[in-house]
């Protein structure tokens, strides 16, 4: 049985996308698994290192069927999109052994994403370009140990921003992030969905997420910050979630959504 280091999770229906994604983790030295859930099944054959799960959920429900498959120390979180070797060649490789550095298993390390061209890795705080709150990790490298010790996904997101969730869930429980400046990706979000025609809908279930998540760690909820033309504006984020985590159950969790539906259902 491989010993992998680390296991890049994703909610993955664009098997159009999948044979650029393997070979860009080709560079990489480590062993390295990919866990892909979702309800387009391939028509190729996969990699030895790949585990597809078919599935009729929502995305984040899909994560979280990854997250438990997964059999690396850490878990990654990816998109079918996401390219390793736009910049450099062992980026998950330079990646491992950052995190490794800290000997803390509380740490999540955020790689840097090359976002449609754009390196953008700055904007990616709890409230955009606002760096006086905290750095979040939309490419985050993590302890699936730790990560399931917290409860995993919370049932209530949909299509995004439940890795936002569990940033601040990390924070609460006394760990932090860490950004790698060498842990290059390259996504090209805008062409994926326009190739998949699914934009108009994950726009949508994205701005519901947002809501949920803001419940949950903005004193006065949704919305309280009002302008974002007002980046000093004094916004008071939760130390501790102000509602309580809903995890996903076992029961049926390829077949039936378990909290809202959306996007894909």
């Known amino acids: 049985m491989t010993d992998y280091k680390i296991s890049l999770v994703a909610s993955a229906v664009r098997p159009f996308a999948w044979q650029g994604f393997f070979d860009s983790l080709k560079g990489n030295k480590l062993p390295i ?12 054959e996969l990699p030895p290192n790949v585990k597809y799960i078919y599935a009729t959920v929502k995305p984040a429900q899909c994560y979280e069927i990854a997250i438990r498959e997964a059999s690396g120390e850490l878990i990654a979180w990816t998109a079918d999109d996401a390219r390793y070797d736009h910049i450099k060649k ?9 995190w490794k550095s800290f000997n803390d298993e509380k740490v999540i390390v ?8 754009r390196d953008i890795w700055s904007v990616h705080h ?8 905290p750095l979040m990790a939309p490419f985050g490298v993590m302890s699936k140990k730790f990560l399931m010790e917290l409860g995993g996904y919370d049932k209530n997101f949909v299509s995004g921003q439940a890795e936002n969730d569990i940033v601040m869930r990390v924070i609460e429980a006394g760990g932090r992030v860490e950004m790698f400046m060498d842990g290059y990706l390259f996504v ?11 934009h108009a809908s994950f726009r949508k279930w994205y701005d519901a ?5 803001e419940n949950c760690w903005v004193e006065g909820g949704y919305g309280k910050y009002q302008n974002r033309e007002q980046p000093n504006r004094a916004v008071k984020i939760a130390t501790k979630r102000l ?16 909290g809202p539906k959306g996007r894909w259902q």
């Open 90 to 98: 062992n980026s998950l490789d330079l990646t491992y052994n950052y």
């Open 209 to 213: 997420d947002r809501q949920y998540l």
């Open 110 to 117: 955020a790689m840097r994403p090359i976002e449609d061209g």
């Open 243 to 258: 509602l309580p985590v809903q995890s996903f159950d076992n029961k049926d969790i390829t077949t039936v959504t378990q």
């Open 33 to 44: 698994e990919v866990v892909f859930v979702g309800d387009v099944k391939p028509d190729f």
């Open 126 to 133: 709890f409230f955009g370009g606002w760096n006086h709150t």
């Open 188 to 198: 090209r979000h805008n062409e994926i969905h326009r190739q998949s025609n699914d």
